[in-house]
T-cell receptor, first 113, second 113 residues
């Protein structure tokens, strides 16, 4: 089992719709969770982080965390073509040498006109 | 944007040659990281540093060495480059390892022929 799993997509949504991106993780003791956006040929850009169970909203973005079920999701409201990118989920996973930030392979989002 | 500069941005070299990539930060952050990103594997940690002259291995450290002689600079060296090290390399920084998010540089695209 991969430590952080994401559906690779592509996930296609029409402009103006809600995009829902999901991520599951293996370490029940993980404490911090991050969502990055990466445009093709560019570096990952942090868009959200969440530490506590529940929802965290920032503009059109909402991160949702459920530690009991070991999943974290990202909702993008009113999706725009400029949201088309790969979204990376990152989770702090405990290892023998301490915590390390482990990335999923990303979900490609396509917002269609 | 976090003040992170990677150099060079692109490099093509031959198998067996030494290669050094540089990461320079202006944020005075304690932690610095080197990742590689390959299709199907996502971002994988090569080495990281938690202070001047303090470094440790990540999950894919074989064939790589690092040095940090100043807070602002973190160097990644491929002693004898191999074609399997063709990749995009990202440097990242964070204030605190576990809870704080990491911010990424623009990346170095390295091709080894």
């Amino acid at each position: 089992q991969k430590e952080v799993e994401q559906n690779s997509g592509p996930l296609s949504v029409p402009e103006g719709a809600i995009a829902s991106l999901n991520c599951t993780y293996s370490d029940r003791g993980s404490q911090s969770f991050f969502w990055y956006r990466q445009y093709s040929g560019k570096s990952p850009e942090l868009i959200m982080f969440i530490y506590s169970n529940g929802d965290k909203e920032d503009g059109r973005f909402t991160a949702q965390l459920n530690k009991a079920s070991q999943y974290v999701s990202l909702l993008i409201r009113d999706s725009q073509p400029s949201d088309s990118a790969t979204y990376l989920c990152a989770v702090n996973i405990r290892t023998g040498g301490g915590n390390k930030l482990t990335f999923g392979t990303g979900t490609q989002l396509k917002v269609e006109l | 944007d976090a003040g992170i500069t990677q150099s060079p941005r692109h490099k093509v070299t031959e198998t067996g040659t030494p290669v050094t990539l540089r990461c320079h930060q202006t944020e005075n952050h304690r932690y610095m990281y080197w990742y590689r990103q390959d299709p199907g594997h996502g971002l994988r940690l090569i080495h990281y540093s938690y202070g001047v002259k303090d470094t440790d291995k990540g999950e894919v450290s074989d064939g790589y060495s690092v040095s940090r002689s100043k807070t602002e600079d973190f160097l990644l060296t491929l002693e004898s480059a191999t074609s399997s090290q063709t990749s995009v390399y990202f440097c990242a920084i964070s204030e605190i390892r576990e809870q704080q998010p990491q911010h990424f540089g623009d990346g170095t695209r390295l091709s080894i022929l």
